[in-house]
């Protein structure tokens, strides 16, 4: 069946650089992109980004574009993403998605979620 | 940045209730339009994609209506279970954005 399974959670101070990992399986990863969400404390959820696995093509939220990188290992599956410069209010559970379907961006099949803590 | 407004920001309502949550863009995002559930604790499940599609192994009391700039998910006979918050999502640009959540509550 269709997994998406996260990296552990992460404690980092403000300024650091945290990277989230995301493995697939159960389907042919190149066929789906993959988004990446997040939920901070008491907030609603929050779009970060979303990659193809198929050609790479990304697009990402405008308050974190310069600060967040997703990339892909076809190798092995997995997707990541990396947010640098990270402040108090990057605080949050990130989740991956896959895509609902091929040729359709809606987020379906979550990963568990992975905390990420900013504190100094 | 295109701006999903969600309301009610929260509801009360009884078991087998028909609940109506609206989504409005400030502009047209054609049918790209998702709802979602939230439950404390898990991840988010897809419940309408395309604005009127339901997802595989939805519950049939769940519907999604509308298009453009528009939108209704509809709860025909409110469950225990559907205690939840809801959001919308629109990816139908480059910048995909979040309405800010129903939460429904039980009387």
């Known amino acids: 069946q269709i997994q998406l399974v996260q990296s552990g959670g992460e404690v980092k101070k403000p300024g650091a650089s945290v990277k989230v990992s995301c493995k697939t399986s159960?389907?042919?990863?190149?066929?789906?992109?993959i988004s990446w969400i997040r939920q901070a404390p008491g907030q609603g959820l929050e779009w970060v980004g979303w990659i193809s696995a198929y050609n790479g093509e990304k697009k990402s939220a405008k308050k974190l574009q310069d600060r967040v990188s997703m990339t892909t290992d076809t190798s092995t599956s997995t997707a990541y993403m990396e947010l640098r410069s990270l402040r108090s209010d990057d605080t949050a559970i990130y989740y991956c998605a896959r895509d609902v379907r091929v040729y359709d961006s809606s987020p379906n099949y979550w990963g568990q979620g992975t905390l990420v803590t900013v504190s100094s | 940045d295109i701006q999903m407004t969600q309301s009610p920001s929260s509801l009360s309502a009884y078991v087998g209730d028909r609940v109506t949550i609206t989504c409005r863009a400030s502009?047209?995002?054609?049918?790209?339009l998702n709802w979602y559930q939230h439950e404390p604790g898990k991840a988010p499940k897809l419940l309408i994609y395309?604005?009127?599609s339901l997802q595989s192994g939805v519950p049939l009391r769940f519907s999604g209506s509308g298009s453009g700039t528009d939108f209704t998910l509809t709860i025909s006979g409110l469950q225990p279970e559907d205690f939840a918050t809801y959001y919308c999502?629109?990816?139908?640009?480059?910048?995909?954005?979040f309405g800010q959540g129903t939460k429904v509550e039980f009387k």
């Open positions: 502009q047209s995002v054609s049918n790209y």
């Open positions: 395309g604005a009127s």
């Open positions: 159960g389907y042919t990863f190149t066929s789906y992109g």
């Open positions: 999502l629109q990816n139908y640009d480059s910048f995909w954005t």
